[in-house]
Each structure stands twice: as C-alpha cells, then as structure tokens.
Nanobody, 124 residues
C-alpha cells in the first residue's frame, strides 16, 4: 500500500493542524493505521493509532487529550488532528499501516508500510 501524508506546516504554540494520509494500492480497511513522529536527533515514536474499523483509538501519553486520530475508509484516508500544539511537537510526522492491529505499544518495526512524512514546526 502507498501512503502519502499532507497538511504539515508552521504553526504557533497553541495552534492547530490537521494531517491527512491518503492510501492506495490495497484494501485500506484491512489495515490498522498509525501516526508516528521523529524529532531531530531523536528516534521515531508512536503518536496515535486506530483500528481498521475506526472503533478503537490509541494515543501516546504526550499527546493524549490534544491530538485525535480518525479515518474515513470510503476515502482511504486517515487523519490526525493536532490541537494545543507545543514546540516539543515539532517533528516529521509519518503515517504507517499494519495488516492486523495496533495498540499504544506498537513499535516502528511492527508497521508494514510507511509514508514519507510531513513536517510540523511549532514556533514558540
């Protein structure tokens, strides 16, 4: 499956963004989806995940209550709504797919497909 992220950009502290990830190539609804991020000099980390049906969502503690993941299987798209952004949220955000399930403990290695990422920069 091919994944293409969009929606990144420069935003001030406290602002909001919506990231989108468009999928193609295989049945989108067969995959659990996740968003990860990688800040300069740091490892890639899990941000949020959603089951194939959208009925279950999972979040890293650092974003819980501020970010929201959703998906539209009719549009083959998964979204990440970023609210109350902080400078420490600055990173490249990656969309990833897994044929199976995800939880809040899913690792980078467990994801099957990756997009190329979109940069989010939060200014102080």
């Amino acid at each position: 499956v091919q994944l293409v992220e969009s929606g990144g950009g420069l935003v001030q502290t406290g602002g909001s963004l919506r990231l989108s990830c468009a999928a193609s190539g295989r049945t989108f609804s067969s995959f659990a989806m996740g968003w990860f991020r990688q800040a300069p000099g740091k490892e890639r980390e899990f941000v949020a995940g959603i089951s194939w049906s959208g009925s279950n969502t999972y979040y890293a503690d650092s974003v819980k209550g501020r970010f929201a993941i959703s998906r539209d299987n009719a549009k083959n798209t998964v979204y990440l709504h970023l609210n109350s952004l902080k400078p420490e949220d600055t990173a490249v955000y990656y969309c990833a797919a897994r044929f199976g399930m995800v939880t809040a403990r899913v690792t980078v290695r467990e994801m099957d497909y990756w997009g190329r990422g979109t940069l989010v920069t939060v200014s102080s």
